[in-house]
């Protein structure tokens, strides 16, 4: 059966009930919609944070993506199920899927075979409308920058350095580059523009960094929109008395949002910022809320260690004083062939040679979580049914020799009862090891080093560089912000910038082409390459796979 099937004939349980029977969470402390999905109150969230226990964290991340699949969120869910079934009371904290993958190229973002959160197309669709409240929060700081210089820019806005674009959550490259104000003075000032993926906007960074309503709202006044025309001096959302407002848009969606796996467990799904454009976790309210109902909690970054987990240490862990105590690398035998170099149609043959070649991308992101984290590591192999016990073999021989556990999980199949061994060799590092996080750079290094320190140490390059035009940025942002940490936008594809760099490159050139400060999330994003803010559909986008009968059962989607 395909993912849908298997979802949907899934044996949920009421999510009010199941939340109660599970962590002890009173029934009026949900708001449900429907029966199988509902937010936590924040006063509940806020009771909880008084208390002094904590469980413990664990990470999942993965070596770099590739179209052979390599199964993040079905390992979060599978550990999390097999860590269950030994007792273990455990939440798994996930990320909301994104509008525009779903559609575009890449599926929905629920897990996948018998290890998924349900329900299904609710959570790939709309969920509980955060991305939709999100979405509209941002949009209404753009309309009032564009309002308020219409009507006599009484703040100075230089139309020309204005920095807040729009942002919509469907890929849409036809959207990148606009031009708004057309049709003559009572429409506006003439001014160009553009929009970025709702993934990619600094709301959902905020929304996701922030810590309570209060934060939130002083979070979203400090964002800056642009400046004035002396080219210098900031204009903040606050100027334009958008904050208040803005944070009221977002009253619900700041809330957690609970579901439940296949196997009656509870998943804490909230909060969706993609990690080659933006930091690539799920929120710190889940996290900290996850951490206090249950013993273990075990979250996800997106894509490879060289970005999510990277983020997850230098800006969620850093802001949000989070200490992971194991980090899951989740490797397909068919994902390390295609780094390999052997071609998508030929990756169910065994081939070891190209194995070996390929291994050389999970030992580097191996090194990255042990060495430049600081923490302890297991390898899972995500099992597929073409892999063959010779290749499984090769990759457990090749990790023991770097001193990490590699198991062979066959959670897509079986559910938590395939994940065991995982979760056992998880539990015997958390319960008996004390992680030591390690920042990749001080908070007092400078902007341009740090930005040197991450493609240097985690990307094997060379160096970077950038024009005379973005180093005049760096050096500008410097002199008030440079105390932030960097937010790498880089192709989630190759350790470099140019994605069809498979495996393991060393000595390449990093180019940062610009800087982005964001400054209520508590970042500056460094754009390297041509890496895009607003993503493009393929040829053939998932959308045209996608359908719905008369009696409202959806297809297609994945």
């Given at each position: 059966m395909s993912d849908i099937e298997i979802a949907q004939k899934a044996k949920m349980k009421p999510i009010i009930r199941l939340a109660e029977e599970m962590f002890g969470i009173p029934a009026e402390e949900l708001d449900p919609y429907g029966h199988y999905k509902a937010k936590l109150s924040l006063d509940y969230v806020d009771s909880l944070s008084h208390q002094k226990a904590e469980g413990k964290l664990i990470l999942v991340t993965a070596i770099s993506p590739t179209p052979a699949g390599e199964g993040k969120t079905t390992t979060t869910v599978g550990l999390g199920d097999a860590m269950n079934r030994l007792g273990k009371k455990t939440i798994m904290c996930l990320r909301e899927p994104s509008l525009g993958p779903c559609f575009g190229m890449k599926g929905g973002a629920a897990g996948g075979g018998y290890s998924q959160v349900v329900p299904m197309e609710d959570i790939n669709l709309h969920f509980t409308g955060d991305f939709h409240a999100i979405g509209v929060a941002h949009n209404l700081l753009s309309a009032l920058i564009d309002n308020h210089i219409h009507h006599g820019n009484a703040l100075g806005i230089d139309p020309r350095r204005i920095k807040w674009k729009r942002v919509v959550d469907m890929n849409d490259r036809a959207l990148r580059n606009i031009t708004v104000g057309q049709g003559g003075p009572a429409n506006g000032y003439l001014r160009e523009d553009g929009y970025d993926?709702?993934?990619?906007?600094?709301?959902?960074?905020?929304?996701?960094?922030a810590t309570n309503r209060a934060d939130l709202k002083e979070r979203l006044g400090r964002i800056v929109i642009g400046y004035k025309t002396d080219r210098v001096t900031p204009i903040y959302a606050k100027d334009l008395k958008a904050d208040g407002a803005m944070a009221a848009l977002l009253k619900d969606a700041i809330k957690p949002n609970i579901v439940q796996t296949l196997e009656n467990n509870i998943a804490i799904v909230h909060g969706g910022p993609f990690?080659?454009?933006?930091?690539?976790?799920?929120s710190v309210t889940a996290t900290k809320t996850a951490l206090k109902l249950a013993d273990y909690t075990i979250t996800e970054a997106g894509f490879g260690a060289d970005l999510g987990a990277e983020k997850f240490v230098n800006i969620k862990c850093r802001s949000a004083n989070l200490k992971p105590s194991a980090v899951v690398i989740v490797a397909t035998v068919r994902a390390l062939k295609f780094h390999g170099g052997v071609e998508r149609d030929h990756l169910n043959q065994e081939n070891l040679s190209a194995l070996e070649i390929g291994f050389a991308n999970l030992e580097r992101h191996v090194h990255n979580v042990t060495v430049n984290y600081g923490l302890p590591a297991v390898v899972c192999i995500n099992h597929f049914t073409y892999d063959s016990d010779d290749e499984t073999d090769l990759l457990i021989q090749k990790c023991e020799a770097l001193g990490v556990k590699c198991v062979v999980s066959k959670h897509w199949a079986e559910g938590g009862?395939?994940?065991?061994?995982l979760a056992k060799a998880v539990l015997d590092i958390v319960d008996h090891r004390e992680a030591k996080l390690e920042f990749?750079?001080?908070?007092?290094?400078p902007l341009w080093d740090k930005i040197e320190m991450i493609a240097t140490k985690l990307y094997g390059a060379k160096t970077i560089s950038a024009s005379a035009k973005v180093k005049a940025e760096i050096e500008r942002l410097q002199e008030k912000y440079g105390e932030l940490p960097i937010c790498m936008a880089k192709t989630q594809m190759s350790f470099s910038t140019d994605p069809s760099l498979k495996g393991a490159p060393l000595d390449h050139t990093v180019e940062i082409s610009a800087v982005k400060l964001e400054n209520g999330a508590g970042f500056i994003v460094a754009i390297a390459g041509d890496m895009m803010t607003m993503p493009g559909l393929p040829k053939v986008p998932t959308a045209e796979k996608i359908d719905i009968d008369d009696n409202g059962v959806i297809t297609g989607l994945f």
């Open positions: 993926i709702v993934v990619a906007s600094e709301v959902m960074a905020i929304l996701c960094l990690a080659n454009i933006a930091h690539g976790c799920n009862a395939g994940a065991e061994d990749m750079y001080p908070d007092s290094l």
